[in-house]
């Protein structure tokens, strides 16, 4: 299984993990026992994906079966935008903790740049983008304090490294002024409509580790007018991702894949499905020329699927 090192303390970090986005509760304990047996070692789950209780479950049945040891995870969560006051970061991430059952973190990502209205778990866990009444109620949490409240939990032992997701790189810039410790990883939209060339390199070259999400595309997110199927080709349809992989004999997904991770960039595919766990898992097998590279690259058009400003209208932060 390749790796890379990313964070302060030199963590070593499989290139594919497991990402947990969209599993419903009642079936991720399956799912992630599932994916521990087929051989994943890194698991990228979040407090609004409602699904760490079930996580939580399946890694621990996997510990109590012998598949795996705590120290040969790497878990990924996520501080969710109603959390970002300093005093509530604390309070959160215990109870985060709890529901996956662990004592720490090896990567607490800020989820996004955006600091929302407090809603008390006990009203409604997780709480997502909507205060009350489908209302969006900004909060007042700077980046910085909330920033600062997540360094604090490095100190305590309760994350190993921390980082953030959805960043631009004018907002990454603005944060490498004043943090103590350095973001290890940056999680963000990344496939070859939307390849964020400058992103990447400014995030690698500041010794930030780069984590794609929607290496597929996105086509289960909220449509627009952009991103409609009838407007966008799937990129496992793609000719030139199909041409590609026929050449190298590999499905069109693990080119995909690959077309990150040779790159250094880790990804974190979700399927329930054992074969294409198994896919994706080996994805890092083959090396794909550079001419390929360059190929699939080429099909960017900044095309965003996961845009807050698409679907609540507002947090125009990519601009």
Same mark, same amino acid.
């Given at each position: 299984?390749?790796?890379?090192?990313?964070?302060?303390?030199?963590?070593?970090?499989?290139?594919?993990?497991?990402?947990?986005?969209?599993?419903?509760?009642?079936?991720?304990?399956?799912?992630?026992?599932?994916?521990?047996?087929?051989?994943?070692?890194?698991?990228?789950?979040?407090?609004?994906?409602?699904?760490?209780?079930?996580?939580?479950?399946?890694?621990?049945?996997?510990?109590?079966?012998?598949?795996?040891?705590?120290?040969?995870?790497?878990?990924?969560?996520?501080?969710?935008?109603?959390?970002?006051?300093?005093?509530?970061?604390?309070?959160?991430?215990?109870?985060?903790?709890?529901?996956?059952?662990?004592?720490?973190?090896?990567?607490?990502?800020?989820?996004?740049?955006?600091?929302?209205?407090?809603?008390?778990?006990?009203?409604?866990?997780?709480?997502?983008?909507?205060?009350?009444?489908?209302?969006?109620?900004?909060?007042?949490?700077?980046?910085?304090?909330?920033?600062?409240?997540?360094?604090? #939990? =490095?100190?305590?032992? $309760?994350?190993?490294?921390?980082?953030?997701?959805?960043?631009?790189? &004018?907002?990454?810039? +603005? @944060?490498?002024?004043?943090?103590?410790?350095?973001?290890?990883?940056?999680?963000?939209?990344?496939?070859?409509?939307?390849?964020?060339?400058?992103?990447?390199?400014?995030?690698?070259?500041?010794?930030?580790?780069?984590?794609?999400?929607?290496?597929?595309?996105?086509?289960?997110?909220?449509?627009?007018?952009?991103?409609?199927?009838?407007?966008?080709?799937?990129?496992?349809?793609?000719?030139?991702?199909?041409?590609?992989?026929?050449?190298?004999?590999?499905?069109?997904?693990?080119?995909?894949?690959?077309?990150?991770?040779?790159?250094?960039? #880790? =990804?974190?595919?979700? $399927?329930?499905?054992?074969?294409?766990?198994?896919?994706?898992?080996? &994805?890092?097998?083959? +090396? @794909?020329?550079?001419?390929?590279?360059?190929?699939?690259?080429?099909?960017?058009?900044?095309?965003?699927?996961?845009?807050?400003?698409?679907?609540?209208?507002?947090?125009?932060?990519?601009?």
């Amino acid at each position: 299984m390749k790796t890379i090192s990313i964070g302060r303390g030199g963590q070593m970090v499989p290139l594919v993990g497991f990402g947990l986005w969209r599993i419903a509760n009642d079936s991720c304990a399956d799912a992630v026992y599932n994916a521990i047996k087929a051989g994943y070692r890194l698991f990228d789950g979040a407090c609004d994906y409602g699904n760490e209780a079930g996580a939580g479950e399946g890694i621990t049945r996997a510990i109590k079966d012998g598949l795996v040891k705590r120290e040969d995870l790497f878990i990924i969560s996520k501080l969710w935008n109603t959390y970002h006051e300093a005093h509530r970061v604390e309070e959160i991430v215990s109870k985060q903790l709890a529901d996956w059952q662990v004592d720490y973190f090896d990567l607490y990502l800020m989820h996004f740049p955006i600091a929302l209205k407090y809603v008390p778990p006990a009203v409604r866990y997780p709480p997502g983008w909507f205060y009350e009444d489908n209302r969006v109620e900004p909060g007042t949490a700077s980046i910085q304090e909330t920033w600062q409240a997540m360094e604090r #939990l =490095v100190d305590q032992g $309760s994350a190993k490294s921390i980082g953030v997701s959805n960043f631009s790189g &004018s907002l990454l810039m +603005d @944060l490498l002024r004043y943090a103590r410790i350095p973001p290890a990883a940056l999680q963000i939209e990344l496939h070859p409509y939307l390849a964020q060339n400058h992103l990447v390199q400014f995030a690698q070259e500041n010794g930030i580790a780069v984590i794609a999400f929607s290496s597929f595309g996105g086509l289960s997110y909220p449509q627009s007018e952009k991103t409609a199927p009838e407007k966008v080709l799937s990129l496992l349809e793609h000719p030139a991702i199909v041409s590609i992989a026929e050449r190298v004999h590999q499905a069109p997904s693990q080119v995909l894949l690959r077309w990150a991770t040779q790159r250094g960039i #880790l =990804v974190i595919p979700r $399927s329930t499905s054992t074969e294409r766990m198994g896919l994706n898992l080996t &994805s890092t097998a083959f +090396d @794909l020329e550079e001419d390929d590279i360059k190929k699939i690259s080429s099909l960017d058009i900044g095309l965003r699927f996961n845009d807050p400003m698409q679907f609540l209208g507002q947090f125009p932060i990519y601009y």
